[in-house]
């Protein structure tokens, strides 16, 4: 396990926290329209922590072709239909580039220091000079609205109860999922980032926003500076 990070519940655990059983129960969401309505038709996407393939597969579907990167060998035996690499994020060099790089699920805000600075740098590594990196940010309030929960229509309920700082900068998230049939709990190391702090990490790995593509926020399109 990754220092600060835990998961409990049926299934196998990746070093993060992330339960496999679980992931492939979550719904994907309107991530894969954001992505559709921001990158060129047919692009080539280097997903970057896909985990079973939630956007993998809804991407595939809409005619791009995926390269899926993810660290546990368990989350990409769920991928179907793509080339998956196994490689923690940080580590990663294909060599190569692509129309589009991908960084979702809040992996901009890693609590380590270095490890978001590696995870940038692969980025900024493996984007197309003309082409652009969508990263997903949390929104306002992450750390700071709590606790809080959804009821999901699919009759699962998912809650964030507490954010505890842990010093450096850097806070305790735990969260909370549960089916009618089993219970997975995360708990895992974030570091908060206002805009301004983003923009800079971002100017550090040699890149820059070119719009963001929420009105929260959240998703981001970023090009090579």
């Known amino acids: 396990m990754r220092e600060g990070h835990e998961g409990t519940g049926p299934g196998a655990v990746t070093p993060d926290g992330c339960a496999v059983e679980l992931y492939s129960r979550l719904p994907v969401g ?3 329209d954001i992505v559709t309505a921001a990158v060129p038709a047919g692009a080539h996407v280097l997903e970057l922590g896909c985990g079973v393939g939630r956007m993998t597969h809804p991407l595939l579907e809409r005619g791009f072709t995926v390269t899926a990167v993810d660290e546990s060998a368990e989350m990409l035996d769920r991928v179907r239909g793509a080339r998956t690499v196994r490689s923690p994020i940080e580590d990663l060099d294909l060599r190569e580039t692509f129309d589009v790089v991908m960084l979702a699920s809040f992996l901009v805000h890693a609590g380590d220091e270095e490890v978001r600075r590696g995870i940038l740098r692969t980025c900024a590594r493996h984007v197309a000079r003309d082409g652009c990196v969508l990263i997903q940010r949390e929104g306002e309030g992450y750390h700071t609205d709590l606790p809080r929960e959804r009821v999901h229509p699919g009759g699962f309920t998912t809650r964030i109860l507490s954010s505890e700082p ?5 806070n305790s998230v735990r969260a909370e999922y549960v089916f009618p049939d089993a219970t997975w709990t995360q708990t895992f190391r974030a570091r908060p980032l206002t805009r301004e702090e983003f923009e800079e990490a971002l100017a550090e790995a040699g890149l ?13 399109r970023a090009v090579k500076r």
């Open 30 to 32: 309107e991530e894969p």
């Open 166 to 170: 842990v010093g450096d900068g850097v």
């Open 208 to 220: 820059e926003v070119d719009r963001y593509l929420t009105e929260d926020r959240v998703w981001v």
